[in-house]
């Protein structure tokens, strides 16, 4: 499907150097639309929805901020911790406000998984079901998301 | 039959043409304001080519609001107060505006109101204080592995006046992938009283733009700018006693202050509890604790949260347990916060549990 100009101009500012130093979209020459659903359909066949994970990743996100400089344990499984850094980030999509930038780490330790996001993550898989590109540095796999945020 | 259809083209041609014309001529004489005239606080009056933002037209006339992204619209920052001549109040400002400051009528975010007409703002008389600086690099030090020490001179001749614990917002050049620049705030960590250069400490960020610049590519004798000073986070002229917490690249403003008051003469009792995870996030632990020789009554406490075994003999785990062993009277004491919001939140909280007045707890939070 070809792009609006609307997509356009958010492809723009996905692009390297604009909001972060490497952009939004890795590799991935497939258009906004087809990343998103691809990623949905993936989400779909898990039995998993955005919002699913959009509450999780919150909740952990959470329940580890304020343990600044260490992990916390969550529900025995979880080890969580999540980390500050100077400054925020607006979004690609044109929302206005600006979003923390934080990474929070969770290791399941049952299932031995380890995955990572940002504040910005979990904001455009609420608001845009967006995984990021394949290739991108905080791309976030659907499925390997769904493995290490559920029991 | 062909005839007529090219005759049609010709026609259609000739008004799209006759269209266009008028369109770029309309565009020329309706977006010529002319010059306006920009009254500050009743005090100062800029005149400016009408037609760009007030951040934009302040700016050009060295007049600097703070401003996180670049006159974006997306960070809130630039607000000011405009009492006429602003237009009205536009979809893109309201989502960044309070309840309060709806409700108050006249707050405006600078960087989307338009310069049209004659336009009467106010805003702090700080912000007159703010300029651009360009400066050269003249020290670049690795106090960690991923935090620098960046030390900025002066072009010959320029001074800055800033107060202990505020920050300036570096500018980056286009870079690598980065075809545009950037503005980032960094707290300054030299004190006031070196007034030809500035030091800022900045810590490495992933994905962080003016950080992998500064990082990767900024090289002694390298030319910036920077604008500056900004904020509200300084030492309170007081008798009381201070506590100072920061963590990470939050030792910059505190550096200041102590530096500063090093010059300055100070018999408060002071405490800086300084929050790292390993021995390997340690830095300038020699400087900070040569102060305990400078200052009649001052301790620095390094704490540690997750050592590597046999590695660190001094406090570990959080900071916060640490405060009832030094805190001497909770209404008389006053604390500097820096660090991530998580480390504001939760030292605040325990210092209001200890008695120190919430009005008495000044901090500096990331972001």
Excluded at chain 1, 43 to 57: F, H
Excluded at chain 1, 78 to 101: D, I, N, Q, W
Aim: proline share 4%.
């Amino acid at each position: 499907m070809k792009e609006t100009p609307k997509e356009r101009r958010v492809r723009s500012r996905m692009q390297p150097g604009v909001i972060t130093l490497n952009g939004f979209l890795g590799k991935d020459k497939r258009t906004l639309n087809e990343i998103i659903e691809t990623d949905e359909r993936e989400l779909q066949s898990l039995n998993r929805t955005a919002e699913d994970l959009v509450q999780r990743m919150q909740g952990f996100t959470d329940a580890s901020f304020e343990s600044f400089t260490n992990s916390v344990l969550l529900e025995d499984i979880y080890e969580v911790e999540t980390e500050v850094v100077r400054g925020k980030l607006p979004c690609p999509f044109a929302h206005s406000g600006l979003v923390r930038k934080t990474i929070t780490t969770l290791t399941n330790r049952k299932k031995n998984l380890t995955v990572r996001w940002t504040a910005l993550n979990i904001h455009l898989i609420k608001e845009h079901h967006f995984f990021e590109g394949k290739g991108s540095t905080f791309r976030l796999d659907p499925t390997s998301l769904v493995a290490a945020l559920f029991d | 039959m062909i005839v007529q259809i090219i005759k049609d083209i010709v026609s259609l041609s000739v008004i799209s043409g006759i269209l266009a014309v008028l369109m770029v001529l309309a565009q020329k004489w309706l977006s010529n304001y002319g010059d306006c005239k920009i009254d500050i606080n009743g005090k100062r009056e800029l005149t400016v080519k009408g037609g760009n933002n007030l951040l934009s037209s302040l700016g050009d006339k060295q007049v600097f609001l703070p401003s996180a992204c670049g006159g974006r619209g997306s960070c809130g920052a630039c607000k000011c107060k405009v009492i006429s001549g602003g237009g009205p109040l536009l979809p893109t400002e309201k989502p960044l505006l309070s309840a309060a400051e709806l409700k108050e009528g006249d707050i405006r975010l600078a960087c989307q109101v338009k310069v049209k007409s004659d336009i009467h703002i106010e805003i702090p008389a700080s912000i007159f204080n703010i300029r651009r600086y360009n400066a050269t690099i003249a020290e670049i030090i690795d106090y960690t592995y991923d935090i620098k020490g960046v030390l900025f001179k002066f072009e010959p001749g320029d001074k800055i006046d800033f107060l202990a614990g505020q920050y300036v917002q570096l500018e980056t050049q286009p870079y690598a992938k980065v075809k545009q620049k950037v503005v980032r705030a960094y707290s300054i960590s030299s004190k006031p009283e070196m007034n030809d250069a500035l030091q800022l400490i900045i810590r490495l960020v992933p994905e962080g733009i003016c950080t992998t610049w500064v990082h990767q590519y900024l090289k002694v004798g390298d030319k910036v700018s920077m604008t500056g000073p900004y904020g509200e986070f300084y030492i309170r002229d007081t008798e009381a006693d201070i506590i100072f917490v920061a963590g990470g690249s939050g030792k910059a403003p505190i550096k200041s202050m102590l530096e500063h008051l090093a010059v300055v003469g100070c018999n408060r009792k002071m405490t800086y509890f300084f929050g790292a995870r390993t021995v390997k996030d340690l830095y300038l632990t020699e400087e900070m604790q040569s102060f305990e020789q400078v200052f009649p009554d001052f301790s620095y406490v390094p704490v540690l949260s997750s050592p590597e075994a046999g590695s660190w003999n001094g406090k570990t785990g959080f900071v916060m347990p640490y405060f009832k062993e030094v805190v001497r009277d909770a209404k008389q004491t006053e604390a500097y916060l820096c660090g991530s919001p998580g480390m504001i939140n939760a030292v605040t909280k325990a210092l209001i549990e200890l008695g120190v007045p919430k009005d008495k707890i000044y901090y500096d939070s990331f972001g």
